[in-house]
């Protein structure tokens, strides 16, 4: 009797476990699907100045009339991603809303700024390798080895080579 209420108490307890995780991967989920929505209208925003620039550009002669045609093919891709973005945040709230039985006027709230993408960094890439090498573990303890075995021979030589020192008076 004790031995099957401990196993219906761990059923239980991996039952929470499991719809715990479940509920995360999808808040994540949605958490990744309006990011790539935020990106998504970005770049349309861009792709559309852009197919204005060209037929700006196109009607006082600068430009032909192909780049315009690419310049409306590119803006209209990216109205296609967008409408692929809006449709995943969709069913990623819906499938929040289901998990946490929300009614649908419930607003989802999420606690993960999407305000902008990080900004690409300034610093020279060696730069950056070499600060993340010296800031390793692994790597510090890796150079403190070749410091302390470059020690090592020059004491071994030392004791193999003996320097001699001559004192010279020239007066």
Request: aromatic share 4%; net charge negative.
């Amino acid at each position: 009797m004790r031995l099957e209420l401990d196993a219906c108490r761990e059923a239980e307890r991996g039952a929470n476990q499991d719809n715990t995780l479940l509920t995360l991967e999808t808040y994540f989920e949605l958490v990744r699907a309006r990011a790539q929505l935020a990106v998504a209208q970005d770049a349309v925003r861009v792709a559309q100045q852009r197919a204005e620039d060209a037929r700006v550009r196109a009607e006082s002669g600068v430009a032909t009339a192909s780049a315009v045609l690419e310049a409306q093919a590119s803006a209209e891709a990216f109205v296609r991603l967008e409408a692929v973005a809006l449709s995943r945040v969709t069913v990623a709230e819906r499938g929040l809303r289901d998990l946490l039985e929300l009614e649908d006027d419930v607003d989802l709230q999420l606690s993960v700024e999407l305000a902008a993408l990080p900004l690409e960094e300034s610093r020279h890439a060696n730069a950056l390798r070499l600060e993340a090498r010296a800031n390793d573990p692994y790597s510090r303890a890796a150079v403190l080895r070749a410091e302390a075995q470059s020690a090592r021979a020059d004491a071994e030589r030392s004791r193999m080579f003996p320097s001699l020192t001559v004192g010279l008076d020239y007066t």
